[in-house]
Nanobody, 126 residues
Framework: QVQLVESGGGLVQAGGSLRLSCAAS????????MGWFRQAPGKEREFVAA????????YYADSVKGRFTISRDSAKNTVYLQMNSLKPEDTAVYSC???????????????????WGQGTQVTVSS
């Protein structure tokens, strides 16, 4: 089992920044990908970004490219999502997840994720 705990959410004005963290604990794996997803009220969950842990390859949704950056700290088993130039439409609950399946590019947005965190609220005011 893998436990994922997100932190760093909050309220920020449009144009501001936040950094989300997702700390992983429990069983470790040789190869996996960690992703960030978000779900706004009344909308379906959508892919935000992913990072292939062993090679640090990153993938982003078009809506966040150039504004968000995903990174990882192997020593801390933690993945980060740096969010800059935030917009009101970025308001959502952000969750991190782990997939044990191989993925790359757009595949990381649709592959099955095996473990999920509880999520952290991000609210961007206009």
């Amino acid at each position: 089992q893998v436990q994922l705990v997100e932190s760093g959410g909050g309220l920020v004005q449009a144009g501001g920044s936040l950094r989300l963290s997702c700390a992983a604990s429990g069983q470790t794996f040789n190869s996996y990908t960690m992703g960030w997803f978000r779900q706004a009220p009344g909308k379906e969950r959508e892919f935000v970004a992913a990072i292939r842990w062993s090679v640090s390859m990153t993938y982003y949704a078009d809506s966040v490219k150039g504004r968000f950056t995903i990174s990882r700290d192997s020593a801390k088993n933690t993945v980060y999502l740096q969010m800059n130039s935030l917009k009101p439409e970025d308001t959502a609950v952000y969750s991190c997840a782990v997939t044990l399946s191989y993925c790359s590019g757009d595949g990381c947005s649709v592959v099955k994720y095996d473990y999920w965190g509880q999520g952290t609220q991000v609210t961007v005011s206009s």
